[in-house]
C-alpha cells in the first residue's frame, strides 16, 4: 500500500499453522509486516526455504519488517554492543558472535578458554554456551588428527552440568574411537 507522498507501507501479516507448509514458487523477494510460522512470530529479516525448513518450500523469500527482537538483538542491547556481529567490541580476539553463542561477556576481554580439558572422572571437554532454546544454534564437536580435516564427532556427548542465567556449562566426552586416536584436536563449532 503506498500514497503518492509517503514511503511503501507494509501490512500483509502471514501465518504458518504448525504442520502446513507456504510453498514460495517465485524468485525473489516479498515484503510482509509479520510472519509467525507454527504459533511463533519470527523476528524481522528474509526467512525462506534454507531459514524455515518444515514451514517454508520453494525458491522465493519473505523479508519481515516487523516483530520482536531477535534473542541476538536482545543480547546486545542488555550488553551494550556497539559493533556488528562480526565486529570485537573487546578487543579479545572473539567478535559478538562468538560471544553470544559461547556466553562470554562481550564488554571484557575472555580470560578464561572458551573450551578447556578436565580430567574429573576421565578426561572430558568442557565450555559454556548461551542456552540453544534462545539462540536456535547447534554446537557440535568437530575433531581432526591433523588440523586440516574436520569430521563432527556424531557419537560425542554433551550433558549440561551447570546453567547461570542464560549460560549453560556443558562437559563433552568424546566417543571411543576418537580417545584411541594418538593425536586429536578438538573444537565446538555452533551453527
Known amino acids: 500500500m503506498m500514497s503518492a507522498d509517503s ?13 502446513a507448509t ?30 524455515s525448513p518444515g514451514f517454508i518450500t520453494g525458491p522465493g523469500t519473505l523479508t519481515v519488517t ?13 550488553n551494550n554492543v556497539t559493533g556488528g556481529p562480526d565486529d570485537d567490541d573487546d578487543h579479545d580476539g572473539h567478535s559478538n558472535r562468538f560471544e553470544y ?22 578426561p572430558h571437554l568442557i ?16 575433531t581432526s588428527t591433523d588440523l586440516t580435516g574436520w569430521t563432527e564427532d556424531t557419537t560425542a556427548s554433551q550433558t549440561v552440568t551447570g546453567i547461570s542465567g542464560d549460560v549453560e556449562t556443558v562437559q563433552v566426552t568424546l566417543s571411543t574411537t576418537q580417545l584411541a586416536e594418538t593425536k586429536l584436536f578438538v573444537r565446538i563449532a555452533a551453527q
Not at 507494509?10 to 499453522?17: G, K, L, P, T, Y
Not at 515484503?31 to 528474509?46: A, C, N, R
Not at 516487523?66 to 542488555?78: F, I
Open 7 to 19: 514511503a511503501p507501507v507494509f501490512d500483509a501479516d502471514v501465518i504458518v499453522a504448525g504442520g
Open 22 to 51: 507456504l510453498h514460495l514458487d517465485y524468485s525473489g523477494t516479498d515484503t510482509i509486516d509479520e510472519l509467525f510460522l507454527g504459533g511463533v512470530q519470527k523476528s524481522p529479516g528474509t526467512y525462506s526455504s534454507a531459514n
Open 66 to 78: 516487523n516483530g520482536p527482537l531477535s534473542d541476538y538483538d536482545s543480547w546486545k542491547s542488555a
Open 101 to 122: 553463542a559461547f556466553g562470554q561477556n562481550p564488554r571484557l576481554p575472555s580470560g578464561n578458554p572458551v573450551v578447556f580439558l578436565s580430567h574429573t572422572s576421565g
Open 127 to 142: 565450555y559454556t554456551r548461551r542456552k540453544p532454546s534462545l539462540t536456535g544454534l547447534t554446537h557440535r564437536v568437530m
